[in-house]
């Protein structure tokens, strides 16, 4: 049991150095803020003053038996490894709000889906709850395209580059109703949008927490 904890302890010291080492070669969190046009406060922080209210979280991938609180969580490292990098930047102002989402140390040229939902991460892939929907639909799981639509939710699906890094934006002309939305989940495949599967994109592969104004 000894040389079991010991290996699992050398694990998760190997993925936080991975990710400290990916995040600091790649400070997402300030390339997202400078792109959208925001002075953005610390990680997990909200503007309290009379310009946009910004949000920025950064994190690395854990396993949920690993992770400390405050990080992303990986339901499977195959798809997102350990030690893998998120940022997330949330600028809302004027009635309006812009969702960015970068990542890094993911599979090269792959395509996932990502969405806000409702709730915060859990051991549990299915704790983060359904998307965040501006005009929630009446019927539950919501997968009709009237609702379940990216002008409706906020969907930032992406592909990553031969690096294993992508960028996305989401911008929105309405604004999160307050507490309703807490993070970003990643999905395995770019989401759907027929008929009785829209809004769907697979499993739910890692997820991190986010306090959206």
């Avoid at 792959?110 to 299915?126: F, I």
């Avoid at 939710?153 to 992406?158: A, I, N, Q, R, S």
């Avoid at 990643?186 to 739910?204: F, I, L, N, S």
Wanted: hydrophobic share 40%; charged share 20%.
């Amino acid at each position: 049991m000894r040389t079991v904890a010991r290996a699992a302890r050398r694990a998760k010291a190997v993925a936080r150095r991975r990710a400290w080492a990916a995040l600091t070669a790649a400070p997402v969190t300030a390339a997202l803020l400078a792109t959208a046009g925001a002075a953005g406060p610390g990680p997990g922080a909200t503007a309290q003053d009379d310009g946009p209210d910004v949000v920025a979280r950064e994190a690395y991938f854990l396993p949920p038996e690993d992770a400390e609180p405050g990080d992303g969580l990986t339901y499977d490292t195959a798809l997102v490894p350990a030690g893998a990098g998120i940022a997330v930047v949330e600028v809302a102002r004027h009635g309006g709000t812009t969702v960015r989402l970068g990542l890094t140390g993911l599979p090269p040229d792959r395509t996932y889906g990502a969405h806000v939902h409702t709730a915060p991460c859990g051991p549990d892939p299915e704790a983060a709850g359904p998307h965040y929907q501006n005009r929630p639909d009446p019927v539950q799981p919501s997968v009709d395209p009237e609702y379940a639509n990216p002008e409706n939710e906020v969907w930032l699906d992406f592909t990553t580059d031969r690096r294993g890094s992508a960028h996305v934006t989401a911008r929105q002309d309405w604004r999160f109703r307050a507490g309703a939305a807490r993070s970003v989940v990643v999905h395995e495949h770019a989401t759907m949008t027929h008929p009785g599967a829209a809004g769907t994109a697979g499993a739910r592969v890692a997820c991190l927490s986010v306090p959206f104004a």
